[in-house]
């Protein structure tokens, strides 16, 4: 399968949180396109959407929770991002023949992944009392095309 994501400048935020995972400095990233069925060799990728992907400020309003999908007890913490220009990437590469294997593409960038649910509702909660009056700039910049990991977090 294929992975494409943008790598994103450490969010000025910070959360405390009691199980799970912090994402680390420079590991943050917006997932452009994860298409388990798809073989699409990375020089085409590339060619179609690079150019699309300099850097590039978006804003976030809002945290949002992500149930896990082996254990529904946890969750994914992220901040959501609303990007016209990252949904035309996203249709760009599904034009390449990849599918998402997600429902629907949502663009975002996660802070913290395998927290305890209710943990990671409380701390949405209140990152979004300060995202309604001061939203988060986030800075995109360069691509990342690479093969599905199916151990992901492991590399974080």
């Given at each position: 399968g294929n992975y494409v994501s943008m790598m994103v400048d450490?969010?000025?935020?910070?959360?405390?949180?009691?199980?799970?995972?912090?994402?680390?400095?420079g590991k943050h990233h917006v997932t452009l396109m994860y298409s388990e069925g798809s073989d699409i060799p990375e020089e085409r990728?590339?060619?179609?959407i690079e150019w699309m992907t300099g850097n590039r400020s978006v804003?976030?309003?809002?945290?949002?929770?992500?149930?896990?999908?082996?254990?529904p007890s946890l969750g994914c913490l992220a901040l959501t991002v609303e990007s016209y220009h990252l949904h035309n990437i996203h249709e760009e590469l599904r034009r390449l023949g990849m599918n998402h294997s997600y429902s629907e593409f949502k663009p975002h960038?996660?802070?913290?992944?395998?927290?305890?649910?209710?943990?990671a509702r409380r701390v949405a909660n209140d990152l979004?009392?300060?995202?309604?009056?001061t939203p988060c700039v986030l800075i995109l910049h360069g691509l990342e095309v690479a093969p599905i990991k199916e151990n992901w977090s492991v590399s974080l």
């Open positions: 450490d969010p000025k935020i910070n959360i405390e949180i009691s199980s799970g995972t912090i994402v680390p400095p990728i590339r060619k179609k804003v976030s309003k809002k945290a949002e929770v992500f149930d896990s999908q082996e254990d960038v996660t802070l913290a992944y395998d927290v305890d649910i209710e943990e979004n009392k300060t995202l309604s009056t």
